[in-house]
């Protein structure tokens, strides 16, 4: 049902990481801006993590390519798998497609902040 989607999402994903990996020099988000705090020795505003914690985390996360282009790529993954090899129903399909994409396009988000920082 939604194969060509998933097929869709997965394909665009493929494509934008690739083009990310090979063509740009610095790294260039949304999150960009907001990072850790000035010095190494100040903790961060709520006390987690630098370049994690902070004022927004979800705001920053939405804003990010880097969320928005791995949520594709896992989103597409996981449906045609899902549901290429039919493990699940059409709607549960989605709705973990939507969550393995969230989840990842988070982590991946939260790594790199924390890795830059």
């Known amino acids: 049902m939604l194969i060509n989607l998933y097929i869709l999402s997965l394909v665009l994903g493929a494509v934008l990481l690739t083009a990310s990996l090979f063509l740009s020099d610095k790294p260039v988000d949304a999150d960009d801006e907001a990072g850790a705090a000035k010095d190494a020795a100040e903790p961060s505003q709520v006390g987690q993590l630098d370049g994690v914690g902070g004022g927004n985390f979800f705001g920053r996360t939405v804003r990010s390519r880097r969320f928005w282009t791995f949520f594709i790529c896992f989103f597409g993954m996981t449906g045609l798998v899902l549901d290429g090899l039919d493990l699940m129903s059409a709607p ?26």
């Not at 989605?94 to 939260?110: L, Q």
């Open 92 to 117: 549960v399909t989605f709705i973990v497609a939507v969550a393995v994409g969230a989840i990842s396009g988070a982590g991946i988000s939260a790594a790199v902040r924390i890795a830059s920082s």
